[in-house]
């Protein structure tokens, strides 16, 4: 059962929907201009690419096994399966560099196209990225070319059914390139939710979930991808996987767990079998207004550990807060300061007022202040937008970029101070850095961070010291590299220290047992 219509395709040099672009709000731009200065910095149009970098003969080869229509090479074909959508990405892409562009665009119809493009690309050393949605914000779809007889993107777009549903057992199958979108409305038919829905939401493939260890903004109700996932189809240069025969096992170490957060390294998901529920009857979304981002974060665990998590919750801290998220009415008035919690309640009518009437008991004994559903409502419309404003602030001349890593409570406080200073002190003045808190459990939580500063004459270098600075702190303090973004390129120096030379020397060995040629994704994921 496929999608009835196609997701519109991502502009090649900004986020998202072409027509949902958007000039930076008049009303935006005076502050803007004094905190930042205004530098109007227009993208390049029409960039040229590099010319394929393929022998004719393999092309045809391609076309061969999947007919002509699927095998691309048109510039607008390959200019938007270059890269993903880092701000690195999208500054590179703005000054006409295309240099990582595949040399040519296929477009599998199923698993058996998958395995005999792999066949064919292991015969003829050619290296395989696979492409989902391309919403990769870590260098993950920028793969080393060098030594290889050309670099095909293998494109999943075809690959858009609801295989199968278990109403008994509450699972779907679902095939990999289905976007976020494509898949709820098919499940939403049988009266289903997936109930994932990361910010990339609108663009982003189940594939791409799978294949990232996503996290979405309702984990906290609906669980990580990566714990919605009972079962796996791979092709693999040595053969091909199947995984999950039961909900739970023992049958050794979990081979699923190889797959989720691979990031086509290993092999090509085909298909995704995840638990579902039932659509829920109400949503709920209301705001609460915080003293300080520590006495929010005590809240939020004191929810966690007494197992009354609502489906969605969230804390900015107060300079989120009072940038990004409120008006002054809807955090206490003028002046008043705070951060603002978004908490939402999903589920059947009884369910959500017997959890919202328990949260609020907790929430309001230590200090919560209840705002009502506006700010909820708020921030409900807006979830998905975000990173059209990132190109609006490009457009002039501010750098925006995001970050984020995990720690266990205990430490969240010296993580969140150790991350934004070494940011602050990277960057220099004038910078503002920004967090909030979206995923919890109840020995922990994700760290998100928003960084603005001018661009200066080389932002991509600009910005990648400052990362690194980041990265660094995240690891002396003990923290993971990444919550959810996974590791692509950009955190693999991060990722070995991580996990230190034994768990590289397994990523390794895996990587040879399955890709013994090293043509999936050369250069993403091993250190």
């Not at 394929?52 to 045809?60: K, N, R, W």
């Not at 939401?201 to 903004?217: D, K, M």
């Not at 397994?506 to 399955?514: Q, S, T």
Request: aromatic content about 6%; charged content about 20%; glycine content about 12%.
């Amino acid at each position: 059962m496929p999608p009835e219509k196609t997701a519109v395709e991502m502009h090649p040099q900004r986020w998202g929907d072409p027509a949902a672009a958007a000039p930076l709000p008049e009303a935006a731009r005076g502050l803007i201009e004094m905190a930042f200065g205004l530098v109007e910095r227009p993208a390049v149009t029409a960039a040229p690419l590099p010319a394929p970098a393929i022998e004719p003969a393999l092309l045809a080869g391609l076309r061969d096994l999947l007919g002509a229509e699927h095998v691309l090479t048109d510039d607008d074909s390959r200019r938007l399966r270059t890269r993903g959508k880092s701000t690195p990405d999208l500054l590179r892409a703005r000054a006409g560099d295309l240099s990582d562009a595949p040399d040519a665009v296929v477009r599998p119809g199923g698993a058996d196209d998958v395995a005999a493009v792999i066949a064919f690309a292991v015969e003829h050393h050619l290296a395989v990225v696979p492409f989902g949605g391309g919403t990769s914000v870590t260098g993950g779809l920028a793969a080393r070319r060098d030594g290889y007889a050309g670099l095909v993107s293998l494109d999943l777009c075809r690959m858009k059914r609801l295989v199968d549903v278990d109403p008994v057992s509450m699972t779907a199958t679902l095939e990999p390139g289905l976007r976020g979108p494509e898949a709820e409305a098919l499940l939403a038919e049988l009266g289903l939710t997936l109930g994932h829905y990361p910010q990339s939401f609108e663009y982003a493939s189940i594939g791409g979930f799978a294949a990232t260890r996503s996290s979405g903004q309702s984990s906290a109700g609906y669980g990580r991808f990566d714990s919605l996932v009972v079962g796996l189809t791979v092709v693999t240069p040595n053969g091909p996987l199947t995984l999950g025969s039961a909900p739970a096992n023992a049958a050794g170490p979990d081979l699923r767990q190889l797959v989720l957060g691979s990031e086509g390294a290993f092999g090509v998901i085909t298909s995704v079998t995840v638990r579902v529920r039932r659509l829920p009857a109400v949503k709920l979304y209301e705001g609460w207004r915080w003293p300080s981002f520590s006495a929010g974060a005590a809240a939020m665990r004191a929810l966690a550990q007494s197992e009354l998590l609502p489906t969605v919750i969230r804390l900015s801290d107060e300079a989120e807060t009072s940038l990004n998220l409120a008006r002054p009415d809807e955090i206490g008035g003028s002046g008043a300061g705070g951060c603002l919690m978004i908490a939402g309640f999903e589920g059947e009518r009884e369910a959500v007022a017997a959890r919202q009437a328990a949260a609020t008991a907790v929430l309001t004994g230590l200090g919560g202040e209840w705002l009502g559903e506006e700010p909820g409502l708020a921030w409900a419309h807006g979830r998905f937008h975000a990173p059209y404003l990132r190109d609006a602030l490009l457009d002039v001349g501010v750098l925006v970029e995001t970050l984020e890593t995990a720690t266990f409570w205990s430490n969240a406080e010296r993580l969140y101070a150790d991350v934004k200073a070494a940011l602050e002190s990277a960057l220099g003045d004038p910078t503002m850095v920004l967090c909030h808190v979206s995923h919890v459990y109840e020995t922990g939580c994700s760290l998100y961070f928003t960084v603005a500063t001018s661009e200066g004459d080389d932002p991509v270098g600009r910005w990648l010291t400052a990362k690194a600075a980041a990265s660094d702190a995240m690891i002396a303090a003990g923290a993971t590299i990444t919550h959810h973004h996974a590791v692509g390129t950009d955190h693999k120096p991060w990722l070995a220290q991580e996990i230190g030379p034994v768990g590289v020397g397994i990523l390794r060995a895996v990587k040879a047992e399955l890709d013994p040629t090293g043509i999936l994704n050369p250069g993403v994921l091993i250190p």
